[in-house]
Nanobody, 126 residues
Framework: QSQLVESGGGLVQPGGSLRLSCAASGLSLDYYAIGWFRQAPGLEREEVSCISSSGASTKYADSVKGRFTVSRDNTKKVVYLQMNSLKAEDTAVYYC???????????????????WGQGTQVTVSS
């Protein structure tokens, strides 16, 4: 059974950093574009970032541009989301999602992805 599993969430003070990981099992990650999304209580799930299957193309929401960096290591079957200068408004459950898509630009939208992880909680608070 193919699945994506997030890890690396936790509690961090404002201005701090966290690195989330999205690990794949049962699927060939190097064929998959990956998106990162987040959902805060009472709000819609929103896009954060996405990366193409090769890692050559990345996109970011304006709210995280310059603070977050998405990357991947296909040999280890892991995609990372490095989050720096965290703010209270970054508090949310973070999800990774995948879609088999080789040689195309990733789409940072929920509808485009068909394989979702269970999420990891990120809390930014002093």
């Amino acid at each position: 059974q193919s699945q994506l599993v997030e890890s690396g969430g936790g509690l961090v003070q404002p201005g701090g950093s966290l690195r989330l990981s999205c690990a794949a099992s049962g699927l060939s990650l190097d064929y998959y574009a990956i998106g990162w999304f987040r959902q805060a209580p009472g709000l819609e799930r929103e896009e954060v970032s996405c990366i193409s299957s090769s890692g050559a193309s990345t996109k970011y929401a304006d709210s995280v541009k310059g603070r977050f960096t998405v990357s991947r290591d296909n040999t280890k079957k892991v995609v990372y989301l490095q989050m720096n200068s965290l703010k209270a408004e970054d508090t949310a459950v973070y999800y990774c999602a995948g879609r088999r898509a080789v040689g195309v630009q990733p789409v940072c939208a929920r509808y485009w992805y068909d394989n979702w992880g269970q999420g990891t909680q990120v809390t930014v608070s002093s």
